[in-house]
């Protein structure tokens, strides 16, 4: 019987999801707690309030390169590193992050409580305050992204051999497609701009 490998997500390397997952934090996550609390109902407080903290609890648990990763792109500090490192990645590194089932249950209430107040439009104070946030930007969109990514299912011999510091090839190309296919929420543009960033990706996915 093979062992047991605790719950991870896979986690990518990678700008565009870091830039996705600090969005989520900042505007809006920090907004709404912090800003919007009283022009929001309790229950939403506390929705609000609950995803925040499994926001936090999930960025604690990645490694400290994507956290750099992370504050480089909210800060614009991210053309500072080696060049040599920046040109021409091959693929984004993937990293194994247990990601406990509370958290991404927290986190996924949260985004449909969104996603219904933005429909409901200026009949929810909260799709009204969606809108001041976001500026013309569809926060929830990239909410639901950023939960797209955390929730793939990396396959066990992808996960295990991850966690060894050896990927396979061809199953690391496979996965950051998937990975791509998330973070573009179905537009063409978005995935091709994307995956031109790994020009190996192409080639090794047909």
Do not use: K
């Amino acid at each position: 019987m093979e062992p047991e490998i605790p719950p991870h997500t896979l986690v990518p390397e990678d700008p565009v999801f870091a830039s996705t997952f600090r969005t989520v934090e900042e505007p809006l996550l920090h907004s709404l707690h912090y800003w919007y609390r009283g022009e929001i109902s309790e229950g939403q407080v506390d929705v609000v309030d609950t995803a925040y903290s499994s926001y936090g609890t999930v960025l604690r648990a990645f490694p400290l390169r994507l956290r750099r990763l992370i504050w480089e792109c909210h800060s614009g500090q991210d053309d500072q590193g080696d060049p040599g490192e920046c040109a021409d990645p091959p693929l984004p590194r993937l990293h194994p992050v247990a990601i406990g089932a509370a958290d991404l249950d927290a986190l996924d209430r949260c985004c449909r409580m969104l996603r219904n107040a933005r429909q409901e439009g200026t009949a929810n104070p909260l799709g009204e305050i969606l809108e001041e946030i976001g500026g013309g930007i569809d926060l929830v969109e990239t909410f639901s992204r950023m939960l797209r990514v955390l929730s793939l299912r990396a396959p066990r011999e992808l996960l295990t051999t991850s966690m060894n510091g050896r990927t396979p090839l061809r199953e690391h190309h496979l996965y950051c497609a998937e990975v791509i296919r998330a973070l573009s929420g179905g537009d063409a543009f978005q995935r091709r701009a994307h995956q031109a960033f790994y020009p190996a990706l192409d080639s090794a996915t047909h």
